[in-house]
């Protein structure tokens, strides 16, 4: 049996092509977008405002499917991880981040949410919890845009900053990420800005050319861990496939399509990239895309054996990069950064169910 298009995947335009043999008013197309992104019913039976033969010849076309919150971890005003699981078992999570007064002011009303845009990742970076599972399958955009709904109905208000640096690369997931970012952004889908919305990529060249060549001024980061090709090759296989050299002709292409800033993530791992000679070489690549960078002391992962270096450490290798005008954020508390949650909650899950007959992945 061929699976019926899911309602929440559909973008505005594939959604009225399709709906356009079936005769009906073009309000009723609109009607229906309304209860899926305005308000977010949860079946096709709660469309209360369409006709009860409308309603069947939905059910029989199309699937509404939500994600179940398997479990919410944390509390309001601190990072919530929501572990979600899918129609068909798997698990992915997101991780809702308040503003940190510390960096934003008390006052901002800036609330981030991470998502995943795959069950499990392919890419095998060695120090990543989500690399180590192995890749399972690609999010669909409605998938990838439940989570919103769910963290957004977590917290009882909007999600106004998106990240997509949760399980999985978005980048090998490029069909559906692209109608993910038009449902995101379309007015008529969730209506969260582009530029409020950050793409991490571990660098698949040929996927961030294509993104650049996207009109809509979307945010990107890159995980780049290295700085030069020996460093980044030993922890991250993709620069295998397309080096530093070729990652940064596709970051000068992206800017000359992008107005925003690009940002660099640099994790720092003890023994393995934080090397002083690594910061100045990595100043003298982000000077020359004029992009920001991000370093983040590891966060150790059950089963792997790389630890964080000391804060003087970090600190010293920050200062190397402020010091040759880049700018350079590094933020040493634990488990507060985005990055701390991403993967890891999964991995526990799917561990703790290894070891009980409780369900079939
Ligand atoms: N696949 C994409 C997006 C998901 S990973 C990418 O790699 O960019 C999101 C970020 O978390 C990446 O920068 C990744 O390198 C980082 N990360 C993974 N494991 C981490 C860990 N144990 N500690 C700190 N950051 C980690
Ligand atoms: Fe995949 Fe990103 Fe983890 Fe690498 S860092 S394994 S690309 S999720």
């Known amino acids: 049996m061929v699976a ?26 609109d009607q229906i977008l309304d209860w899926l992104w305005k308000k977010r019913v949860r079946s096709i039976d709660e469309m209360s405002n369409l006709p009860a033969e409308l309603r069947q010849t939905l059910k029989e076309r199309y699937e509404l499917t939500v994600p179940e919150v398997a479990r919410a971890q944390g509390s309001k005003d601190t990072t919530r991880k929501l572990l979600l699981k899918l129609k068909d078992g ?28 795959q069950v499990g990742c392919a890419f095998g970076c060695k120090f990543c919890a989500s690399g180590l599972m192995g890749f399972t399958r690609n999010l669909t955009a409605g998938e990838i845009t439940s989570q919103i709904l769910l963290a957004e109905e977590l917290a009882g208000t909007r999600v106004n900053n998106l990240v997509f640096m949760g399980m999985g690369e978005p980048l090998a997931n490029l069909p559906n990420l692209l109608k993910a970012i038009e449902l995101i952004t379309s007015p008529q889908g969730l209506h969260i800005g582009a530029r409020h919305l950050t793409i991490s990529t571990s660098g698949v060249v040929p996927q961030i050319k294509k993104l650049a060549d996207n009109p809509r001024q979307i945010r990107l980061a890159i995980s780049l861990h290295g700085a030069t090709d020996e460093v980044r090759s030993q922890i991250m296989p993709v620069n295998e496939r397309w080096g530093v050299e070729a990652l940064f002709e596709a970051l000068r292409y992206w800017n000359s399509q992008k ?17 002083l000679e690594q910061a100045r070489i990595l100043a003298k690549r982000a000077r020359g895309i004029r992009a920001k960078v991000n370093l983040i002391p590891y966060n150790t992962v059950e089963g792997l054996p790389w630890v964080r270096p000391s804060e003087d450490h970090c600190r010293a290798f920050r200062d190397i990069l402020k010091n040759s005008g880049v700018q350079a954020t590094l933020r040493l508390e634990k488990g507060h950064d985005i990055d701390a949650a991403c993967g890891q909650l999964r991995l526990r899950e799917e561990n703790a169910k290894m070891g009980s007959t409780i369900e079939k992945g």
């Open 259 to 275: 107005k925003q800033h690009l940002t660099l993530e640099y994790i720092l791992i003890a023994g393995v990239n934080d090397d």
């Open 4 to 29: 019926k298009p899911d309602l929440r995947s559909l973008t505005a335009d594939e959604f009225a092509e399709s709906f356009q043999d079936l005769g009906q008013p073009a309000y009723r197309r």
């Open 90 to 117: 798997r698990y992915v999570e997101c991780v809702l981040i308040p503003a940190s007064p510390a960096l934003y002011g008390e006052q901002s009303d800036r609330l981030t949410l991470c998502v995943s845009s």
